[in-house]
């Protein structure tokens, strides 16, 4: 069985996403090999893309910096190599369709093999292009994949997508871009529960606008756990990520 | 006809839907009803209404006789310079809102890189008594002012996009993360045949109209309705896409398109997509992109604020690739240059997005007998800061030096 797959069959799960790159290829490697001791059970790491259309300001922006880095697909394998040494904490790769087209899908495929990437998150890779597409060739290179529900997937897609997840269902927790902070209101939570009560085969993971200890606890609640992103790359920019995740779990 | 969507919204290779899962209910009910909807006898029968009666059409199909003579040939000018808020864009927005109130929508959202289709959007959002939100990249807020104090006088919101080079495609980002916040209520209304199925289809439908009247009025004029070219430019495509959708099929008759080169394809300030681009995913679509090889989205350049897009809708990037489309890269200075001659020699003012189409003609052989249509897709009161700035200079430069530098920095 996969890393991953056995992680999640686990309970109050703490998931990070970073930018890869940001805000230093150098900290990235860093943040990667230290992260697993404070506690976070797996990792998103995301390749930064010019154009990101379903995130906010600070993925944006740590985007921005990590490409004016110099991060591209080639070096985030390099990064990845680096970090396999130290840690094989699992690393689920975030990014967007048309770099993965650039590269070359059965390219990209191996080297996601040779690094120990498990699972992928691609965004704007709909369903249906999935099934039409990218199925055949992610199965035959073993990658997992995880799709996206929001509030405003129907039950009957998402049965569709429970189907076809092989990595973890991940529960948008509202309908917006990443990077919402406040508080969870009760929508969301109406949202929470209806998933919850859905009793899925698989996986699920709640992200988006998850921010601080409470909204990561009530998020475990309804799910295998949750995901931080905007809020932990903005701690990162004020290299603050260490004290941050203690406050998590404290 | 062959240059037409499958069913799962692809031209060829390129188009269909690669939205993220936010915006799929909103897509897939788009995707299920349009066709229905602007079918239906109630919604074509409004709609020819106000194309006619709000809009003004049909638009003239004008003989430029100073023009054919200095180029040869037959040369027309379809007069979408004329309607109703200055281009072709009203005929996109009226029926996209109508749309947009079958589907009982409260708040229409729109890009606009010229300011054109932003106007056009307030204006029809304005008829409707809908509420409206206009994205516009920082600089093009600055350089298409008037349009500004249009869209803000006409009721709509204009707020500008600061991310990226601040242009079209920013905005475009912006509106398709606003539509993703605003699920409910919100229709975004796209300006060009871009973005994801359905809107290439949608749009160039609704930009139709151009060619089918250009159908009737040739025949009438010249007892045929067939011209032997067509000119248009191709900022995302639809006035071309309008111009040319009636002879799609029609091989006899020459499709030829303009992009924004800005100062020069070799120079790293362009915007012409056909020769700098290559096979992607830009807003939801795929298509023809200029992007660097690691799939960047290259932010891309043009004087003209219409052009300045670094992708180009899929049906034209399936035309590129089966050779029905021949496109030409025309310069800033290409541009302005056709836009001070079609002002001198027939006193109309074109935009500045029209004046790359009329910059092919210079790059043609024309036969004496042969007739050309050119797409005039909007007028210049826009452009008015840019044409003046490049008087100023004229003056005081010669103007082979000018072709050869470009010291003309707008
Ligand atoms: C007058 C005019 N022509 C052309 C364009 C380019 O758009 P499209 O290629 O969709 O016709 C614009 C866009 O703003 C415009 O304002």
């Not at chain 2, 919204?9 to 839907?17: F, L, R, V």
């Not at chain 2, 248009?232 to 111009?243: E, R, V």
Request: aromatic share 8%; with cysteine; net charge neutral.
């Amino acid at each position: 069985m996969k890393k991953i797959t056995q992680i999640l069959e686990g309970k109050n799960l703490l998931s990070i996403f970073l930018t890869a790159g940001f805000p230093t290829v150098e900290r990235t490697i860093e943040i990667l090999t230290e992260i697993e001791d404070y506690g976070v059970d797996f990792v998103e790491l995301g390749m930064p893309f010019s154009d990101p259309l379903a995130d906010g300001e600070t993925i944006q922006q740590s985007s921005a910096v990590a490409i004016r880095n110099g991060m591209t697909l080639a070096t985030y394998f390099e990064v990845m190599k680096i970090v396999r040494k130290k840690t094989d904490l699992p690393v689920v790769y975030m990014g967007y369709l048309n770099q993965i087209l650039q590269f070359g899908v059965e390219q990209f495929c191996r080297k996601c093999n040779e690094v120990n990437i498990e699972c992928l998150i691609i965004p704007d890779l709909p369903l249906e292009v999935y099934e039409r597409e990218f199925k055949t060739i992610f199965e035959k290179h073993e990658l997992l994949i995880s799709f996206l529900v929001t509030p405003t997937t129907s039950d009957e897609r998402i049965l569709k997508i429970e189907e076809l997840t092989t990595g973890f269902m991940y529960v948008v927790s509202s309908s917006s871009i990443t990077g919402r902070r406040g508080k969870i209101t009760k929508k969301q939570r109406a949202h929470y529960e209806k998933i919850k009560a859905m009793k899925l085969n698989k996986p699920t993971m709640i992200g988006f606008g998850i921010h601080d200890k409470k909204s990561y606890e009530l998020a475990c609640q309804y799910a295998n756990g949750a995901i931080i992103g905007s809020e932990f790359i903005r701690y990162v920019a004020k290299e603050n990520a260490a004290y941050f995740l203690t406050t998590l779990k404290a | 006809m062959s240059y037409t969507i499958d069913e799962n919204g692809y031209y060829g290779s390129y188009g269909g839907a690669y939205i993220p899962e936010m915006l799929y209910r909103n897509i897939s009910q788009l995707q299920d009803n349009y066709l229905k909807i602007i079918n239906s006898d109630a919604f074509q029968k409004e709609y020819k209404q106000l194309l006619a009666d709000y809009a003004g059409r049909p638009s003239p199909l004008y003989h430029a006789r100073r023009l054919s003579d200095k180029y040869g040939g037959k040369i027309y000018l379809k007069r979408e310079d004329l309607n109703h808020t200055g281009s072709h864009k009203i005929n996109n927005t009226i029926g996209q809102i109508l749309v947009a109130k079958h589907m009982n929508k409260k708040r229409i959202i729109a890009e606009t890189g010229a300011g054109q289709h932003g106007v056009a959007t307030a204006t029809v959002s304005a008829l409707m008594g809908l509420e409206c939100v206009v994205y516009m990249g920082a600089l093009d807020v600055k350089r298409q002012a008037p349009n500004v104090a249009r869209m803000k006088m006409l009721g709509a919101k204009v707020i500008t996009a600061h991310s990226g080079s601040q242009t079209l495609k920013d905005a475009t980002n912006e509106a398709i993360r606003d539509w993703i916040n605003n699920p409910e209520d919100t229709y975004y209304l796209i300006g060009s045949v871009v973005g994801p199925h359905p809107y290439p289809d949608m749009v160039a439908r609704f930009q139709s109209i151009i060619s089918e009247e250009m159908q009737q009025q040739l025949m009438e004029k010249e007892g045929a309705p067939d011209p032997d070219r067509i000119l248009a430019c191709i900022g995302g495509g639809s006035n071309a896409a309008g111009a040319f959708y009636h002879y799609l099929d029609n091989k006899k008759v020459q499709l030829l398109a303009a992009e924004g080169a800005g100062k020069g394809i070799t120079s790293g300030e362009s915007a012409a997509t056909s020769i700098l681009g290559s096979d992607g995913i830009i807003h939801g679509s795929k298509t023809l992109l200029m992007q660097t090889s690691d799939g960047q989205i290259t932010e891309p350049y043009s004087l003209s604020a219409g052009l300045d897009y670094p992708g180009i809708g899929p049906l034209h990037a399936h035309l590129i690739k089966e050779k029905r489309l021949h496109v030409y890269p025309i310069t800033d200075i290409e541009a302005l240059e056709a836009a001070m001659e079609l002002t001198t020699l027939e006193g109309i003012i074109p935009a500045l997005e029209s004046a790359h189409a009329l910059a092919i003609l210079p790059k043609l052989e024309i036969r004496k007998d042969e007739i050309l249509v050119i797409n005039l897709s909007g007028r210049g009161e826009k452009d008015m800061d840019a044409y003046q700035k490049y008087f100023t200079y004229l003056k005081k430069h010669p103007k082979d030096e000018l072709e050869k530098s470009f010291l003309f920095v707008p």
